[in-house]
């Protein structure tokens, strides 16, 4: 067995959305996944692309997936690469498309000459927590994720 890793296309949004819900239902959140086909499409692959996707894959089946885009960081004066999601199906785990799949990001964040590549990891998912600290990454503890959302988002763009 080998792994590749590929680009995904528009084809792969069905695919794409199942890798989500999985995801989505290891981390305790099914229930928050709104994400269709069409809104991925467009997302994705319309004429403004928000982000990109990699697909892994064992031999010819799917395996894993990340989802990344560029963000930017003012002290470095350059952009980065931020990693919204990245999975493994289980039966792939501790084979090392993980590791292959953050090494094609960095690859990838190397060669646009980004400042760096960073993520969000649940504080339970100490498995993650280990992996990516044998990877050399390091945890940002002095800082805390803010987010606003749904009727609270609407609120403050109404000032």
């Known amino acids: 067995m080998t792994f590749r890793i590929e680009?995904?296309?528009?084809?792969?949004?069905p695919l794409i959305l199942q890798m989500i819900r999985r995801l989505a239902e290891y981390e305790r959140l099914l229930d928050s996944v709104t994400a269709s086909e069409e809104k991925l499409r467009e997302a994705l692959f319309g004429p403004q692309p928000s982000a990109e996707v990699l697909i892994g894959y064992a031999d010819e089946v799917p395996a894993g997936f990340a989802v990344f885009f560029q963000n930017f960081s003012t002290f470095l004066g350059r952009p980065g690469l931020y990693l919204e999601d990245l999975y493994v199906l289980?039966?792939?785990?501790?084979?090392?498309l993980g590791r292959q799949l953050l090494a094609h990001l960095a690859a990838i964040a190397v060669s646009r000459n980004y400042g760096r590549l960073e993520w969000a990891v649940l504080d339970w998912n100490t498995t993650a927590v280990d992996f990516y600290r044998g990877l050399g990454a390091q945890a940002m503890d002095e800082w805390t994720v803010f987010r606003v959302t749904g009727p609270a988002l609407e609120r403050l763009a109404q000032g």
Do not use: F, S
Not at 7 to 13: E, L, M, P, W
């Open 7 to 13: 680009k995904a296309t528009d084809a792969d949004v």
């Open 90 to 96: 289980p039966e792939w785990r501790r084979h090392g």
